[in-house]
T-cell receptor
Framework: DSGVTQTPKHLITATGQRVTLRCSPR?????VYWYQQSLDQGLQFLIQ???????AKGNILERFSAQQFPDLHSELNLSSLELGDSALYFC????????????????FGEGSWLTVV | LAKTTQPISMDSYEGQEVNITCSHN???????ITWYQQFPSQGPRFIIQ???TKVTNEVASLFIPADRKSSTLSLPRVSLSDTAVYYC?????????????FGAGTRLAVHP
């Protein structure tokens, strides 16, 4: 158990719909990351938040957005869903602190399986 | 982040030692080398991290030569349950390590 909690574990929705994936980081971690992994594909970095602020953005579509709340949980919002958005979405967290020489190990949750039909 | 190169796949048999090498020619002075393991439909899991020479834990060993341009993850006496994808990542412990970019990894298949 990594300590990172993701909900829901499985989600089936129709094209054009919108879903929200939720993540609770490990206790004490301020940095949250979102990744997408399609079937037999590598992990695609989407976005990182640190203490509520967006810190880095990867290959995240404009239809996708994320935020990190004051209690440090994060949500990934996926809208206007397409069949190609079907994937496993991982949240991860780390003890990363700007300027501190530690914390680059990241811990992944079990993922949220999204199926768009 | 330093670019890394790993074999796409490897095959082994139960009980053998497996060595997976990662090349990172442009590794920076303050970069560390970290390996992750990913089982199907699960998130990657940290295995080991090192800066130079050799690091060993209960799961694996990591060998890093003096020039640090490559590293080798060594899995002793693998079992079927070691079948997974192994990722090598290189970057500083903090500051500028904002994007954790996973490459394609090495898909290890352990056979009976």
């Amino acid at each position: 158990d990594s300590g990172v909690t993701q909900t829901p574990k499985h989600l089936i929705t129709a094209t054009g719909q919108r879903v929200t994936l939720r993540c609770s980081p490990r206790s004490g971690d301020l940095s949250v990351y979102w990744y997408q992994q399609s079937l037999d594909q590598g992990l695609q970095f989407l976005i990182q938040y640190y203490n509520g602020e967006e810190r880095a953005k990867g290959n995240i579509l404009e239809r996708f957005s994320a935020q990190q709340f004051p209690d440090l949980h994060s949500e990934l919002n996926l809208s206007s869903l397409e069949l190609g958005d079907s994937a496993l979405y991982f949240c991860a967290s780390s003890a990363f602190r700007p300027g501190r020489n530690s914390g680059n190990t990241i811990y992944f949750g079990e993922g949220s399986w999204l199926t768009v039909v | 982040l330093a670019k890394t190169t790993q074999p796409i796949s490897m095959d082994s048999y139960e009980g053998q030692e497996v060595n997976i090498t990662c090349s990172h020619n442009n590794i920076a002075t303050n970069d560390y080398i970290t390996w992750y393991q990913q089982f199907p439909s699960q998130g990657p899991r940290f295995i080991i991290q090192g800066y130079k020479t050799k690091v060993t834990n209960e799961v694996a060993s990591l060998f890093i030569p003096a020039d640090r341009k490559s590293s080798t993850l060594s899995l002793p006496r693998v079992s079927l349950s070691d079948t997974a994808v192994y990722y090598c990542l290189v970057g500083p412990l903090s500051g500028g390590y904002n994007k954790l970019i996973f490459g394609a990894g090495t898909r290890l298949a352990v056979h009976p």
